[in-house]
């Protein structure tokens, strides 16, 4: 909004699918947006489950993978790798992206823990042609590896 010369504004009030945030653009041009609580009831994401658990299992290719669920505005399903770079993200990502029970298509993250308090995440976004690259994310804003216990 600010490169395109809409608002020179430091705070920007935005409505969203997920509901109303707030924008501060920083003195260095990055943009921090507090995305509030995260949900992990399946129903908000829409994800199909028995119910709200830690980990949900998940049929894929022939493989039952054990998922983190959470909406932050949008959804998102979280699968713990041993290595970011190395994780079959082209493969499975795309068949969680449109996994049936997942009847709005999901973002998928492929979670590395780095230490008690770093993560490194890949990821696929359901809008997006191929895997994003790999990136160190502090664990407090992850939230699925961090409540859940990841």
Do not use: C, Y
């Given at each position: 909004?600010?490169?395109?010369?809409?608002?020179?504004?430091?705070?920007?009030?935005?409505?969203t699918a997920g509901g109303?945030?707030?924008?501060?653009?920083?003195?260095?041009?990055?943009?921090?947006?507090?995305?509030?609580?995260?949900?992990?009831?399946?129903?908000?994401?829409?994800?199909?489950?028995?119910?709200?658990?830690?980990?949900?299992?998940?049929?894929?290719?022939?493989?039952?993978?054990?998922?983190?669920?959470?909406?932050?505005?949008?959804?998102?399903?979280?699968?713990?790798?041993?290595?970011?770079?190395?994780?079959?993200?082209?493969?499975?990502?795309?068949?969680?992206?449109?996994?049936?029970?997942?009847?709005?298509?999901?973002?998928?993250?492929?979670?590395?823990?780095?230490?008690?308090?770093?993560?490194?995440?890949?990821?696929?976004?359901?809008?997006?042609?191929?895997?994003?690259?790999?990136?160190?994310?502090?664990?407090?804003?992850?939230p699925v590896g961090f409540?859940?216990?990841?």
């Amino acid at each position: 909004m600010r490169d395109q010369r809409l608002t020179h504004k430091h705070e920007i009030h935005v409505e969203t699918a997920g509901g109303p945030l707030v924008l501060n653009v920083q003195h260095d041009g990055m943009v921090r947006v507090d995305m509030g609580r995260p949900r992990f009831n399946p129903a908000t994401l829409p994800f199909e489950a028995p119910g709200d658990q830690p980990l949900h299992e998940v049929e894929v290719d022939g493989e039952t993978l054990q998922l983190g669920v959470v909406s932050m505005g949008n959804p998102h399903a979280v699968l713990q790798v041993e290595n970011v770079d190395s994780a079959p993200v082209e493969r499975l990502g795309p068949l969680l992206e449109s996994h049936p029970r997942f009847p709005k298509r999901v973002n998928v993250g492929f979670m590395q823990v780095v230490s008690p308090s770093e993560i490194r995440l890949r990821g696929l976004s359901a809008a997006a042609v191929k895997p994003l690259p790999a990136a160190p994310v502090p664990v407090r804003r992850w939230p699925v590896g961090f409540v859940r216990g990841f």
